[in-house]
């Protein structure tokens, strides 16, 4: 196995994942933090540093999605997600779907200064958040714990004002 390279998070295209990786996180955020239901917007996270081959950097667990970036063995960087199945009548399916449209377009070559699109892993996929937030919560270890504090939608706020 050759040695560890110790500059793996300023490569260009690890730099380009993580930007990535940053921008989908702080939509999911966003996202979650228009959900009424408080107990949908708690998320648990954690952070590995310093970034080391075949490892977790950084995780990201909420009942209804999740997000992670990895490095791989080969010391580039990927981006694994999941969400929360849910059928058509299911009245989030719009925020899960809003999400991993938010995983593919962060990372397209359209987007990007340099073509990641291979970063994005679905060799596995969460799509049972809310049994893998629950366990993880249980377990209360390695994650640190927030709640995403709420903030409506523009439209709903102007609709409340008004009233």
């Not at 993580?18 to 996202?31: D, G, H, S, V, Y």
């Not at 667990?61 to 580039?76: A, G, K, Q, W």
Request: charged letters at 25%.
């Amino acid at each position: 196995m050759k040695p560890l390279n110790t500059n793996i998070e300023t490569r260009p295209y690890n730099k380009e994942v993580r930007k990535a990786f940053n921008q989908i996180l702080t939509e999911a955020k966003a996202m979650l933090a228009g959900i009424e239901k408080e107990e949908l917007r708690n998320t648990l996270s954690r952070e590995i540093k310093p970034a080391t081959r075949n490892m977790l950097i950084y995780e990201f667990i909420s009942p209804l999605i999740y997000l992670s970036i990895h490095c791989s063995n080969e010391e580039l960087f990927t981006i694994h997600y999941g969400f929360e199945r849910g059928n058509a009548n299911h009245e989030l399916c719009h925020q899960t779907a809003y999400f991993t449209r938010a995983v593919y377009s962060a990372t397209s070559k359209e987007h990007t200064k340099i073509d990641i699109e291979g970063c994005v892993q679905n060799d596995w996929c969460i799509i049972d958040c809310s049994a893998l937030y629950e366990y993880m919560e249980d377990r209360g270890i390695n994650h640190k714990f927030s709640l995403i504090k709420y903030k409506p939608a523009a439209g709903r706020r102007k609709m409340q004002a008004v009233a």
